[in-house]
C-alpha cells in the first residue's frame, strides 16, 4: 500500500517556472525508481522524467533541458523543476513510483496549465 502527496501544480505563464513534487509513503521503504508522466486530453500518457534509487535520471526529449528530477528524504520524495514552460506542456501529471519488485504504484495527477 502507498500513498502519494502530489503538490505544486496550478496555471503559469509560458516562460514561467512551477516546481511539482510526490512524497510517497505507505508500507513500500524503497523505490528503485521515480518519476513523472503526463497526459493531456486526448492524448496518450508518456513519460517526462524518472530517476532511479542510484540517480540515474531519464528524460522525455521534448522537457529535455527544461526539466529537472530530484529525489529527497531516503528516496521517497521526487521534485520536478520546471521552467521555460510552453503551452503544449499543459497536462496531468502523475507521480509514478517502481518497486524493488518492479510494482508500479501512482499518484492522483496534479493540474499543469500553462497559457498566457
Known amino acids: 500500500q502507498v500513498q502519494f502527496v502530489e503538490s505544486g501544480g496550478g496555471l503559469v505563464q509560458p516562460g514561467g517556472s512551477l516546481r511539482l513534487s510526490c512524497a510517497a509513503s505507505?508500507?513500500?521503504?524503497?523505490?528503485?525508481?521515480m518519476g513523472w508522466y503526463r497526459q493531456a486530453p486526448g492524448k496518450q500518457r508518456e513519460l517526462v522524467a524518472s530517476i532511479t534509487n542510484g540517480g540515474s535520471s531519464n528524460y522525455a526529449d521534448s522537457v529535455m533541458g527544461r526539466f529537472t528530477i530530484s529525489r529527497y528524504n531516503i528516496k521517497k520524495t521526487v521534485s520536478l523543476q520546471i521552467d521555460s514552460l510552453k503551452p503544449e506542456d499543459t497536462a496531468v501529471y502523475y507521480c509514478n513510483a517502481v518497486s524493488l519488485s518492479r510494482d508500479q504504484y501512482w499518484g492522483q495527477g496534479t493540474q499543469v496549465t500553462v497559457s498566457s
Open positions: 505507505g508500507s513500500i521503504s524503497m523505490f528503485y525508481r
